[in-house]
Structures are given as C-alpha cells and as structure tokens.
C-alpha cells in the first residue's frame, strides 16, 4: 500500500475539513460577529470616563480576549458596554469552542458516513442472503455488480492515462 506524503496529506485534511466541517462558516460567523460586537463595545465605551477601551481597535482586540476566555482584557466601564460584553463572551465562546468540537466531530464521523461505506454494507448484507433473495433480487444485484466492476475499470483507465 502506498503511504501519501506528508504535505499531500495535509491538503486532503484542510479539503476535507472546508469540504465536509462547518468549519468556513463557522469562522465567518465569528469574524462577522466579533466585528460588530467590537463596534458595539467602542460605540458604547467612547465618551465614557476612564475607560480602556478609546479605539476601535483597543475594542477589536477586547473582542478577542474576551471571547477566547484569556482574561487579559479590561472590563467595560458603562452599563450597555457591559451588556454588550456579557453577549459577546457567550456568543463568541460558544462559537469558538463550539467551532472547534463541531468540526474536530465532524471530520472523524465523515468515514461512517460515507456513501461508499453504506454501499459495501448494502452488498456484504445481500452476499449473506443470496439463499433468500428472489431471483428479480439477484438479476438487480447482478446489475449493480457489473455497473461497479465497469466503474472500477474506468477509473483504472483514468488513471492509467494520467500517468
């Protein structure tokens, strides 16, 4: 059997997870959101007193701290900067830790759910019964089984011109 290499198979994993995890929307959904909470928190904390955060980016980067639970960043001084606050570091760490478990599950439950898989389960099932099935059962059986073996020799074929 031949072993992929390392950088080939590192490009079907990255494929593999923006194909099959909701790992790119994820990440959209929290930048989108993580923006406007930001804009949120410099709109509410801009003409309060004695506040750290003075700037939109001091707000982006409190968004960050606060949603990835570090505990570096300033708490908001004004009440609906609070509110606002509170929000985000739900939202946002429900999001980022939710991100990260949807699509670490996602991406090692995809071979079970693999239509290949359910097909050779389906044939596997059918050689055991082949004393039950009807003979319509069979002739169908026989169908499928030759429309494989020609799509084995096709892809043969394929890659055999590619190489």
Known sequence: MRKAKPRARLARIIKDIAS???FLQMVFLLFVLWLAFSAGIYLAERNTEGT?????????????AAFSTAGIADTPISGTAQLIGGF?????????????VATITTYFMKPMQ???KKIIDTIEYNLEQLNDLTLDELDLLKETIDTLIAHVENLKKKQTKEK
């Open 88 to 100: 985000w570091i739900v939202i946002g760490s429900a999001l980022f830790f939710g991100t990260i």
């Open 114 to 116: 693999r239509p290949h």
């Open 52 to 64: 750290s955060i003075s700037s939109y980016g001091e707000a982006l980067y409190w968004g960050v």
């Open 20 to 22: 099959y995890t909701p």
